[in-house]
Structures are given as C-alpha cells and as structure tokens.
C-alpha cells in the first residue's frame, strides 16, 4: 500500500512538474522570449521530440533539464520548476528580454551603430567579418 502511494505521489509530481514546464513554455511565447518550442529547444540545446515527450507526459521533467532551463533563462525559477513554490520568474519582468529587444536591446544599439558609422547592413557585416 506505502509502495502504491509513493508511486502514485511521484506520478503526481512529474505531471505537476510537466504542467508548469508547459505554462513556462507558454509564457516565455506570450512574452515574446521565445518564438517556438524549437526556439526554446535550441536554446537549450535539445530535439524539439524532446519538448514534445515533456509536454505530453512521456518524459519526467529532470532536475537536471531544469538547470539547464535556468542556465539559458537565468529569469526562470528552478524551485518553482520543480515543486511549485515561489513564482515563476524572478526579478523585475520587465527587464526580461524579449526576441524583439535581444539581450539587453542589443539589436537597438546594432541598428544605432549601423546609423551613425552610416553604414549598410552589408557594410557592417564586413566591417564585424562576417558574411550574409
């Protein structure tokens, strides 16, 4: 009977755990973090049939999937991940990134240094030694 129980808490869990990855994946699109589930996937370096399997319950939710979440979108609660406690992101929302602002709006100062060297876009990918 204790076997059956701690079998059926830990499914309990998993599910729980699953449930808040997907609400995570659903805000991180609303907010414009992520395009995709594979955006999100690239970026923490796994197939996207592996966000599938997690969101459709066929994969448990790792603690160690979870700190690779939390390396990529340092934003992101590994507790509440994990057990649901807490919120969901931690700091101020508002200095969250989105896919439109890049890094810290790194591609508003891109385009700000691409105006004032009077640069074109081919110009600048030479000039960073790149090609398009």
């Known amino acids: 009977m204790i076997a059956d129980r701690t079998i059926q808490q830990e499914s309990t869990s998993d599910y729980s755990r699953n449930q808040r990855f997907v ?3 659903d805000e991180l699109k609303s907010r414009r973090i992520i395009y995709n589930d ?3 996937a690239a970026r923490v370096h796994v197939n996207r049939s592996y966000i599938s399997e997690l969101k459709n319950n066929r994969r448990k ?3 160690q999937f979870v700190r690779s979440i939390c390396h990529e979108f340092h934003f992101i ?6 057990s649901g406690d807490g919120n969901m992101m931690e700091g101020d929302p508002d200095a ?4 439109e602002t890049g890094c810290g709006g790194m591609n508003e100062r891109i385009k700000r240094l691409i105006q ?5 876009y081919s110009g600048f990918a030479e000039k960073i030694e790149i090609s398009e």
Do not use: V
């Open 23 to 25: 609400e995570l994946l």
């Open 38 to 40: 594979a955006d999100f």
């Open 61 to 63: 939710l790792t603690e």
């Open 77 to 82: 609660s590994s507790e509440w991940l994990l």
């Open 96 to 99: 969250i990134p989105s896919y």
């Open 116 to 120: 004032n060297e009077n640069l074109t």
